[in-house]
């Protein structure tokens, strides 16, 4: 009988790596918390901003839309995205992505991400009556997680090799 003892391996990753991992997570479970809030508009626990919010918002007239984008673009989309910096996996399908940017997957969603979430708080700044703590944090977080994937050492950490 033979016994194999194994070393666990630490991973150690940059800071804007990590920090990118962290972020994601934050914006997605708060994202997936909000989204539900808004599709099963739990206005009783004010939760839910009041529907005359949206009498002068183009081609929205319930916070059913909203929510859906908010919930599973913003939330379900950032834990993947975080997921796949942590762990990068190889799939197949993401292959269209990474040859031409040469990058892992996640690398190109947390850019959209963030650049989709910087938008959706300025659009949020320009059209709703009222301004909120969370537009101050949620819009530079969306900033920041558009331009960490720029830096030197997340390219190199995300890089197709």
Excluded: C, N
């Amino acid at each position: 009988m033979t016994l194999t003892i194994t070393k666990a391996v630490r991973v150690t990753r940059p800071f804007s790596v990590a920090a990118s991992i962290w972020l994601l997570m934050i914006l997605g479970v708060s994202a997936v918390a909000g989204g539900t809030a808004l599709v099963f508009g739990r206005l009783e626990e004010g939760m839910v901003p009041p529907t005359e919010w949206l009498d002068d918002l183009p081609l929205v007239d319930s916070w059913l839309v909203p929510g859906l984008v908010l919930g599973i673009g913003f939330g379900l989309g950032s834990l993947l995205a975080a997921y796949g910096i942590w762990r990068r996996p190889r799939w197949s399908w993401a292959s269209f992505i990474e040859t031409p940017t040469g990058h892992h997957w996640s690398w190109l969603a947390t850019m959209l991400i963030g650049f989709g979430q910087a938008t959706w708080i300025g659009l949020e700044v320009a059209f709703l009556p009222e301004m909120s703590w969370l537009m101050a944090f949620y819009g530079p977080l969306g900033l920041v997680l558009f331009l960490l994937p720029w830096t030197r050492s997340m390219r190199e950490h995300l890089r197709v090799r």
